[in-house]
């Protein structure tokens, strides 16, 4: 059963090395989060296979990947230096600030409980601002992008002059992006600093309905196919009063998360808003034509916007799972096994040298197709459990008999269930249980 | 033979969607630059490559992927606060600013030809600086991280804990640092937002001269097993007048670009320096101690540190070729397989619908293992072109008789040899020529 308290995943991320609290040793730092050795390999997998069914698999994607630093030019265009921002007021009865839609009480200061002390509200932009290069002028401004959109729409007729796709075709991006949040919130559910999956597909503006609603079938998709259940998952339509400046439309992937459902990806009609705004001011043409209708016209846009770091979240609540072995209680995570850090481990029975060889022998051959733990610590149950909990789908167990008969156990995660295979046979036969 | 000029690779680069200037609509921003549908793939297969060779393959790394965003105390600790700067002087007659230790003449403004002009020298802080948090104060001032290394050495003891690694191991990470250079030049050489991927690999303190002296070799290794022929590399040994503050000693690998050999790698002997500053600052534990000797003890740290989107640049000079096919002349990028954007373009010979069903059931046979092209437009000698020059080693050609006999014909970029396999084959044939 998945996880009900963030707690259980929290704990369990920083005691085995998924996520640790950023600058630990200062004390933190604002919500911002390292993944370590083993979260670093499974938000790569998570992002891998978001490019593995959005790029690799298809053949009407490309990808780029812009850069992060960006002039004002791009965000005053898009409307984010307009409209990008949250409303804050200030008490100044003890110079706290808040931000005025979350207020429970507009009259009372939550922290210090002086009423009607509020400044009137002000909007704060949600962009990091810098300035690049020498001479701190306002030609130096540049800011950290707050989604990985514009980079698509900025490359728009590049993109569309060499790869020489055409409507419907998407441009998709993997890649960090920032926003000054007033409230980051919920582990690595919302932070400062971020990593976003999202795709621009461009369509014919008549075709913007079907493609919108063939996104929405894709994208839970792929969710339910890297293990989620749908029972955790469910689609919600944004009021028209939630819509971003740039939407006509809007659906949310949603989890099930121990707070409540919540989103992970946002699939919006951009319609020709961004290719619209960015050719009036820059004054190039970003449309297509046509040559076999002889009509020339802006593609609309359909977004699933996919959060990074919020999904792996989302994977490991659903994974997360406690049962019995052996009559003792053992807590797993069922990670499907392209998302689990490693995919085999390889366990020598002893730290006896005479097994070394013969191990390492087995690691090798692994480790060229897969990502292979090698642990000889410990008795051999407790490396079985510490597994168990970081998700690896199989064991490789290296004991004496396999200096005889050049064969090692292998031990499945989620039935226990342990085969005898021989050591030239052992990349067919996690291949075969793996199903790559 | 190897591109001569950057212009060569530049122009091609941009032609065929590898690199574009950064906001180009918007007249470009500042030297950074967009990596497009050829560059974002063969940019990620770098760092693949990369991260195969150094933590898949090997027991003793691992991964983490800290945050981009840090707060002062992190480099105050480093040194980088006090020390990562260039000297800058105004030329006080034409107001332009210019580092003082790159000055052809110290006497005379290169801009206005003023004599003796030049204000005395401030020290330029090359991180950039931005604000986390809705309120302005100095808690709230943030660094973009001019290194990952730093990410590695603040997270030791949480990686220590949870891997359970014990020297000698190495902490690798690969991701995008910030640093304001004065002058960025050469294209994606020396930009102000780029990509690294750094390890730090923490010794015995008596065993650092020997780790230094192996990552030499592995490292040097790692590039010519990609394709760069050693007669474009070397390595060089940094002079006293050049170490970093935290260096004991450093050679850089060195590519023989078009304007000279210049910097791909520094393999740095950073000592205890890291970790003995961090522990002062932060007053935890930054130590081993081996329980079989009884030893605590502060490892030394050698350093691979190299930049992805420079050895990107490396890898496309030195695999640029110009030769001749049929009389003909093309140009060829001779890239490694395991780096070209495409391993593998899958051609049906005509648009003709008869042709499509079977070519994309190659495609996607190919596409579950490969990144694959699919190109249907233009007359077949013209793809086979395009394929040469952005470095695809195999096409796969679906002709009229592939609907008779299931065979197709692949094509290799190097020779230009055709042989016929069976559609079935296919993807055991192509992983018999890529070689994986």
């Not at 499974?42 to 780029?64: G, P, Y």
Request: glycine content about 6%.
């Amino acid at each position: 059963m998945p996880a009900t308290e963030l707690d259980q995943i929290v704990n369990l991320a920083k005691r085995r090395g998924f996520v640790f609290p950023s600058a630990e040793i200062y004390g933190g730092f604002r919500s911002t989060y390292d993944y370590g050795p083993l979260g670093s390999l499974m938000l790569r997998n998570v992002k891998n296979e978001w490019l593995r069914a959005m790029v690799q698999q298809r053949d009407d994607v490309v990808l780029i990947d812009a850069a992060i630093l960006g002039p004002p030019a791009v965000w005053e265009a898009s409307g984010h230096l307009k409209n990008f921002s949250d409303p804050l007021v200030d008490c100044t009865n003890c110079k706290q600030r808040f931000r005025e839609d979350k207020l429970d009480d507009p009259h009372t200061c939550p922290h210090c409980g002086a009423k009607d002390s509020f400044t009137a509200a002000r909007q704060f932009n949600l962009m990091f601002k810098t300035q690049a290069g020498p001479v701190a002028d306002a030609g130096a401004d540049a800011y950290l992008r707050p989604e990985t959109a514009q980079g698509m729409f900025i490359n728009f007729a590049n993109v569309l002059q060499s790869s020489r796709k055409r409507p419907p075709f998407g441009i998709a991006q993997v890649g960090k992006s920032f926003r000054n949040e007033i409230t980051p919130q919920n582990w690595i559910f919302r932070t400062r600093e971020f990593e976003q999956m999202e795709l621009q597909f461009f369509v014919p503006p008549a075709e913007s309905a079907k493609w919108y609603q063939y996104w929405l079938d894709e994208r839970m998709r792929w969710y339910t196919d890297l293990g989620i259940p749908a029972s955790l998952l469910r689609l919600r339509e944004h009021g028209a009063d939630e819509l971003s400046h740039y939407s006509a439309g809007t659906s949310d992937v949603e989890f099930a998360f121990p707070w409540g459902f919540d989103e992970l990806e946002g699939i919006a009609q951009r319609t020709d808003f961004d290719l619209k705004a960015h050719a009036a001011a820059s004054g190039e043409k970003l449309d297509y034509f046509d040559q076999a209708s002889g009509e020339r016209y802006v593609p609309y846009v359909v977004e699933p916007a996919a959060g990074a770091t919020r999904t792996m979240a989302a994977f490991l609540l659903a994974a997360y799972d406690e049962d019995e072995v052996n009559g003792e209680p053992r807590t797993v995570l069922r990670l499907h096994p392209r998302l689990s850090p490693y995919q085999v481990a390889v366990l020598p029975l002893s730290k006896k040298d005479t097994l070394t060889p013969t191990a390492h022998e087995v690691r090798r051959r692994l480790s060229d197709r897969y990502m292979v733990d090698y642990d000889e610590t410990q008795a051999i149950g407790r490396r079985y459990r510490r597994q168990d909990e970081i998700g690896t789908p199989l064991c490789v167990t290296v004991d004496f008999d396999s200096l005889d008969d050049r064969a090692v156990t292998i031990r499945d995660r989620d039935t226990t269930e342990q085969q005898r295979v021989a050591i030239d046979e052992v990349v067919t036969a996690v291949a075969e249980r793996l199903g790559f």
